[in-house]
């Protein structure tokens, strides 16, 4: 089976892309889903939450409430609290990624892919057969970001400048989708690569 990563910076449509190669007959297992599930209600991720940040951190549901959690950690200049919590997270994704490849290589798929936004600053690369980086120009960007968070143009920049650049994750690339067109594009790109995959699988694989 080829273990595809698709990455790519903050609103630059890697959940757009992850779509369609669900609707190529692709399947897509999602970082942040399983990072997600890791803490959700009843899970042992859930409790090591409890006892490193406590109560307040949960709303009535039990479920982990996101915002004051990142509130916590943004306040601790010590970076403590972060790496307490992606102690927690982290091992729990690995697993259940790992998880997921075998199973799907078990039942036969061709071709599976893992959305993974921080493959390159988590320096993740040598895990994957092959790397997809669905690139966008960073006027775009700003637009897509500010009309889907509500966040100002100066916000929307200056979380975009936080993160690894783009052109390294283009570089870094086996594929890269560029998503400054309509969406008919950005599915047809997707399509291609999929086609491609099935005719040429890639040679000197990375795992
Ligand atoms: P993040 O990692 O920041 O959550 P993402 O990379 O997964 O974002 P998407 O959520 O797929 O990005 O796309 C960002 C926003 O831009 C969404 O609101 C999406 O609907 C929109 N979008 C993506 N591609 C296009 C396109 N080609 N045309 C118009 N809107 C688009």
């Given at each position: 089976?080829?273990?595809?990563?698709?990455?790519g910076?903050?609103?630059?449509?890697?959940?757009?892309?992850?779509?369609?190669?669900?609707?190529a007959g692709?399947?897509?297992v999602?970082?942040?889903?399983?990072?997600?599930d890791?803490i959700?209600?009843?899970?042992p991720?859930?409790t090591?939450?409890?006892?490193?940040?406590?109560?307040?951190?949960?709303?009535?549901?039990?479920?982990?409430?996101?915002?004051?959690?990142?509130a916590?950690i943004?306040a601790?200049?010590?970076?403590?609290?972060?790496?307490?919590?992606?102690?927690i997270?982290?091992?729990?994704?690995r697993?259940?990624?790992?998880?997921?490849?075998?199973?799907?290589?078990?039942?036969?798929?061709?071709?599976?892919?893992?959305?993974?936004?921080l493959?390159?600053?988590?320096?993740?690369i040598?895990?994957?057969?092959?790397?997809?980086?669905?690139a966008?120009s960073?006027?775009?960007?700003?637009e897509?970001l500010?009309a889907?968070s509500?966040?100002?143009?100066?916000q929307?920049?200056?979380?975009?400048?936080?993160?690894?650049?783009?052109?390294?994750?283009?570089?870094?690339?086996?594929?890269?989708?560029?998503?400054?067109g309509?969406?008919?594009?950005?599915?047809?790109?997707t399509e291609?690569?999929?086609?491609?995959?099935?005719t040429?699988?890639?040679?000197g694989?990375?795992?």
């Amino acid at each position: 089976m080829i273990w595809m990563a698709l990455t790519g910076g903050i609103a630059s449509g890697k959940t757009t892309v992850a779509g369609f190669f669900s609707d190529a007959g692709v399947t897509v297992v999602s970082a942040d889903k399983l990072a997600h599930d890791a803490i959700a209600p009843g899970s042992p991720g859930a409790t090591d939450v409890r006892r490193v940040f406590g109560d307040g951190v949960f709303d009535e549901a039990g479920q982990v409430d996101r915002a004051k959690l990142g509130a916590l950690i943004f306040a601790d200049g010590t970076g403590n609290l972060k790496r307490q919590l992606e102690a927690i997270i982290h091992p729990q994704v690995r697993r259940q990624s790992e998880f997921e490849r075998k199973r799907l290589e078990a039942r036969g798929d061709e071709i599976a892919v893992y959305e993974i936004p921080l493959l390159f600053e988590k320096n993740l690369i040598a895990e994957f057969d092959s790397i997809i980086t669905v690139a966008i120009s960073s006027e775009l960007q700003v637009e897509r970001l500010m009309a889907r968070s509500g966040l100002t143009k100066e916000q929307a920049y200056a979380r975009i400048q936080a993160q690894f650049p783009q052109d390294q994750k283009i570089q870094g690339a086996d594929f890269v989708i560029w998503n400054d067109g309509d969406l008919k594009r950005l599915r047809d790109q997707t399509e291609q690569i999929v086609a491609s995959l099935r005719t040429t699988p890639p040679h000197g694989r990375r795992r």
